[in-house]
Nanobody, 125 residues
């Protein structure tokens, strides 16, 4: 069974930083994508960022470019290879529930079929 567990959310003032972590397990894809999505109250879910396992290529939504950084821990002693979303210069409009998701292939062509439970990020002005 595929499982994704997010951590690191919380509350912060505008201009602050948070780092989200996503640990995925139970999958067998050799080539996969881990994406971060968010959903604010009353709004549709939107893609925030994504990283491909095959080449480490990344994608970002225009709204977070230059402020958010996605990365993957490839150190040999960390078999779970968590994916991080470093969020800097946070704005109140970044407030949302953030989800990580897993899918086969690279970010540009992946269909994200497995999702974490979501984690709240609140940015106050």
């Amino acid at each position: 069974e595929v499982q994704l567990v997010e951590s690191g959310g919380g509350s912060v003032q505008a201009g602050g930083s948070l780092r989200l972590s996503c640990v995925a397990s139970g999958f067998t894809f050799d080539d996969y994508a881990i994406g971060w999505f968010r959903q604010a109250p009353g709004k549709d879910r939107e893609g925030v960022s994504c990283i491909s396992s095959s080449d480490g290529s990344t994608l970002y939504a225009d709204s977070v470019k230059g402020r958010f950084t996605i990365s993957r821990d490839n150190s040999r002693d960390n078999a779970k290879n968590p994916v991080y979303l470093q969020m800097n210069s946070l704005k109140p409009e970044d407030t949302a529930v953030y989800y990580c998701a897993l899918g086969p292939h690279r970010c540009v062509s992946s269909t994200f079929g497995s999702w974490g439970q979501g984690i709240q990020v609140t940015v106050s002005s």
